[in-house]
């Protein structure tokens, strides 16, 4: 299991196990975390899954695709280091991952 820290609007934070190969959204919909709501279930197709990658963790997570670009363009206050969880795949050098969750989904 590799741990995740989301960080909600409020500066509350969620600890939560994440299975390896899965995504941190999936992570965040099994734990019920507050604030990603990810409508497509992680088609890559909306932007309600968007969080905000620490940015000592940019570099492991890396830039997103071009897919996931186009979708970034709709999402809630995008910012250098925003990205779609669906598109992050959970993996052990991501243990201690931490995201933020923007205010509000788009």
């Known amino acids: 299991m590799t741990k ?3 960080i909600a609007s409020s500066g509350a934070r969620i600890d939560v196990d994440a299975v390896d ?3 941190v959204m999936e992570a965040a919909i099994k734990n019920a975390v507050p604030g990603i709501t990810a409508e497509c279930g992680g088609a890559c197709a909306c ?3 968007h969080v905000y990658v620490d940015e000592a ?3 492991k997570t ?3 695709a071009a ?3 186009d979708m970034l363009d709709f999402a809630f206050d995008v910012r250098p280091n925003s990205r779609l969880s669906c598109q992050i795949k959970v993996k052990p ?3 201690g991952l931490v995201v933020a969750i923007p205010e ?3």
Do not use: M, V, Y
Request: charged content about 25%; aromatic content about 8%; glycine content about 8%.
């Open 67 to 69: 897919t996931e670009e």
């Open 47 to 49: 932007a309600t899954c």
């Open 57 to 59: 963790w940019t570099a």
């Open 21 to 23: 190969g899965s995504t």
């Open 4 to 6: 995740i820290t989301f």
């Open 93 to 95: 050098d991501l243990d």
């Open 104 to 106: 509000r989904q788009a």
């Open 62 to 64: 890396g830039k997103p």
